[in-house]
């Protein structure tokens, strides 16, 4: 007998899955290796989940009657300044969904759509969008539900449906919850309106220089430090492997209050952006710390992050340092008015050179505080030769907030 499943509204504790779901929607053609995962921490991508949760966001999950997650599809709105792939307007929400490899064809992306329209329709949003490349075999599904193409971003396909269907019965849409061929006639639409309080968790390590408790009245001048892909798990003393807090470590003295976070195993510095701003915050609480010199750096995964939590907290931060990282070009006006100094090594293998080569340009074509250092011999160790420089720790010093 066939496996029963039903559609629940996604919880805390579905966000890791729908991350995933997020990185199994990302179309690759048959026969091209798959990409990256480290695709899900450019900002472009991770924006589709980033603090999911605020107003307007909806998702739900498909589970088997074992209790297992099959598939997901989500709901989010964007605006004119930071679209998806498929911005239609602020008012009509994008739907993304993916289903588990193993679990495709059984009529559950059929659901998770249908309940998607259902509950829509019942907060009276009378559109949904989506981007979709031409060659996934799911346009033909979004085509049943009646979407039609109404532009292109790059080549992918924009799509926009109208939610309420009174004719969706005669489309030949399936209503099936059972893969056993069960239906299911007895609904009714509610909605949940739950304020929810995130918990957030992450180890990290803490460097008081050495006189913080001889100067008592003195406050200090703070680096938040991103680590790289490399050091992500359980055991925090991995971080002291590569810069700031391998420098801290050999230098008691080294004169910054320094705050490197562990990022769990598999996760991403954009999933843990709540996390790394509430940590910043408790440390301002508890500790000395100048909040007019708070900076920001971070290598490869950690460059990334830095970029991101640059473009999402433009105000906070004094000077930022990322190196062998990127950013979409179109985030340039956001951080226009920080102070930048990235770095990069020409003969990067991993992150190839042109991921800060495109920032920066964009931020030079509209006069922003950037400079730009590519070490022409290195590959993508650019931070051992960066964090041993003196002179960036006085370029640092040099900046405050107004």
């Not at 480290?38 to 989940?49: F, H, N, T």
């Not at 009714?188 to 390590?205: A, F, H, I, N, P």
């Not at 803490?206 to 050091?231: D, R, T």
Request: with cysteine; charged share 25%; hydrophobic share 40%.
């Amino acid at each position: 007998m066939s496996e029963a499943f039903h559609i629940r509204p996604a919880e805390a504790a579905d966000i890791p899955f729908l991350w995933e779901m997020l990185y199994a929607s990302m179309y690759t053609p048959e026969g091209e290796p798959p990409l990256s995962r480290d695709i899900l921490s450019r900002p472009e991508i991770s924006k589709y989940l980033d603090g999911f949760g605020r107003a307007g966001d909806m998702a739900f999950i498909a589970v088997s009657d074992k209790g297992e997650r099959l598939g997901s599809v989500t709901l989010r709105l964007f605006d004119a300044e930071h679209p998806g792939y498929g911005y239609v307007d602020a008012n009509t929400p994008e739907l993304g969904m993916a289903i588990l490899p193993e679990h495709r064809g059984k009529g559950i992306g059929t659901r998770l759509i249908e309940r998607a329209f259902e509950e829509l329709d019942a907060a009276g949003i009378p559109a949904v969008s989506l981007s979709v490349d031409p060659r996934n075999r799911a346009m033909r599904l979004y085509e049943r539900f009646g979407f039609t193409k109404v532009g292109m971003s790059g080549t992918s396909v924009t799509m926009k449906a109208r939610v309420h269907r009174p004719d969706m019965k005669g489309t030949g849409v399936d209503t099936t919850y059972m893969e056993s061929g069960e239906q299911h006639m007895s609904q009714s639409v509610k909605r949940l309106d739950k304020e929810m309080t995130k918990r957030v968790q992450l180890d990290y390590l803490l460097h008081l220089p050495e006189a913080y408790e001889s100067e008592p009245e003195k406050e200090w001048p703070l680096i938040l430090f991103l680590h790289g892909a490399g050091e992500r798990g359980n055991d925090v003393e991995l971080v002291k492997v590569h810069g700031i807090p391998k420098i801290a470590e050999q230098d008691p003295a080294f004169p910054f209050i320094a705050v490197s976070p562990q990022c769990p195993e598999d996760f991403f510095w954009a999933m843990e952006e709540d996390a790394l701003m509430a940590l910043l915050d408790d440390v301002q609480h508890q500790y000395r710390v100048d909040p007019k010199r708070v900076y920001l750096t971070g290598l490869s995964m950690g460059g990334y992050g830095s970029w991101h939590l640059a473009a999402m907290y433009p105000g906070k931060w004094a000077a930022v340092v990322p190196i062998c990282g990127g950013l979409e070009p179109k985030y340039a006006k956001q951080i226009k008015d920080i102070p930048i100094w990235a770095f990069h090594g020409a003969k990067d293998d991993v992150v190839p050179l042109s991921e800060s080569e495109q920032i920066v340009k964009a931020l030079e074509e509209i006069g922003g505080n950037v400079k730009f250092t590519v070490y022409p011999d290195a590959n993508h160790n650019s931070w051992t030769e960066t964090y041993a420089n003196k002179e960036l720790y006085a370029w640092l010093l040099s900046h405050s907030l107004s």
